[in-house]
């Protein structure tokens, strides 16, 4: 079982920058943790991923160069710094923690229970 809360977010205007954080809890032990985004209306989808040691990492390429994840195993937390933000990454963020690296929501069995980001124009 793992146990995740996220933290962090809230309205920015376009350009700026915010910084999500997901306490984790449980067997965090070799978990890749990832963000997913969901916005009104549309399908879950993926945002980043890091391993547990933190040498692996993937982007989604709508989001790559301005987002970055990091994960901090001490603090049993992973960060996920949005930088020139824009009204399209308006959408609620969700942890997700898995013990292999996947990309579909549908296979990730813990979840946080999400933060609102909203981008004002």
């Known amino acids: 079982q793992v146990q995740l809360e996220e933290s962090g977010g809230g309205l920015v205007q376009a350009g700026g920058s915010l910084r999500l954080s997901c306490a984790a809890s449980?067997?965090?032990?070799?978990?890749?943790l990832s963000w997913f985004r969901q916005a009104p209306g549309k399908e879950r989808e993926f945002v980043a991923t890091?391993?547990?040691?933190?040498?692996?990492?993937f982007y989604a390429d709508i989001v790559k160069g301005r987002f970055s994840i990091f994960r901090d195993n001490a603090k049993n937390t992973v960060y996920l710094h949005m930088s020139a933000l824009k009204p399209e990454d308006t959408a609620a963020y969700y942890c997700?923690?898995?013990?292999?690296?996947?990309?579909?929501?549908?296979?990730?069995?813990?979840w946080g229970q999400g933060t609102q980001v909203t981008v004002s124009s």
């Open positions: 997700a923690a898995t013990y292999e690296f996947r990309r579909d929501p549908n296979e990730y069995r813990y």
């Open positions: 449980g067997r965090t032990f070799s978990t890749y």
């Open positions: 890091i391993s547990w040691s933190g040498g692996t990492v």
